[in-house]
């Protein structure tokens, strides 16, 4: 589903991804991890063409996507959940969703309520009015509105009590089994555990560990040296 091959990645002179390889395959939900600062972010704006890599190569389902701009890869079918949580504060729940729908795919607000129950019990509300959880929820929500086959998930669980972590992580596994594969990046390991199958761990740019989750939770050195586990 998605190849990431050797990219560099700068902001301005400064150089921030050294040679970041991963995949993604189709069903899959994959982990990148890391501490505050590791690469991850930089990672995914990479990958969505926000800050295009210098060195390296980008695929996607086989096309070489390297530097195409976000709202293309959205029309190709690569949804976007930034860390940072971006809606449109003066607009409602649900104008927020149709702002972005694409008719023809299987993702409409029916769809999406049903997936996030209590964003339908608050879908006339300004999101600007939102708590930091229902807000994530709708930035989630939002990205489905565009039909994607794979969703990149910026940390979605920072800042939020542990009960609300736990809901949005059964609601991603739920993503997973509507067959939209996942790459979630996290500083929290042990929700990310819960969710993913494989892991990267990042620091300083550089992938320092691929591998299975058991592989991971089984190397107490990178775990202590990259993760602080």
């Known amino acids: 589903m998605l190849n990431v091959n050797g990219i560099d990645t700068y902001y301005g002179l400064s150089h921030i991804l050294f040679d970041v390889s991963l995949t993604v395959n189709k069903g899959e939900v994959v982990g990148l991890l890391g501490r505050n600062g590791a690469g991850k972010s930089t990672t995914m704006r990479s990958i969505m063409g926000l800050t ?13 996507i390297t530097g195409q701009k976000p709202f293309r890869l959205f029309r190709k079918g690569i949804g976007y ?6 809606v449109f504060a003066d607009l409602s729940v649900d104008d927020n969703l149709e702002i972005v729908f694409r008719g023809g795919n ?3 607000k029916e769809r999406v309520y049903n997936l996030f129950p209590a964003l339908n019990e608050i879908k006339t509300r300004r999101a600007g009015n939102l ?7 709708l930035t989630i929500a939002r990205a489905l509105m565009g039909g994607p086959e794979l969703l990149l998930l910026d940390e979605p669980t920072e800042g939020l009590a542990p009960l609300i972590v736990r809901d949005l992580e059964e609601q991603i596994l ?8 996942i790459l979630l990046s996290e500083q929290n390991v042990r929700s ?5 199958s494989r892991a990267y761990v990042i620091d300083n740019g550089r992938i320092r560990f691929e591998g299975t989750v058991a592989e991971l939770e089984a190397n107490e050195e ?3 040296k990259y993760l602080m586990v």
């Open 174 to 181: 739920k993503l997973k089994d509507a067959g939209i594969s």
């Open 106 to 108: 299987e993702w409409n």
């Open 81 to 86: 959940v930034p860390d940072d949580r971006r």
């Open 192 to 196: 990310a555990f819960r969710m993913i």
């Open 222 to 224: 990178v775990k202590k």
């Open 131 to 137: 708590s930091g959880g229902e807000q994530q929820m």
């Open 52 to 64: 295009p890599p210098k060195k390296g190569r980008i695929t996607y389902k086989g096309e070489d």
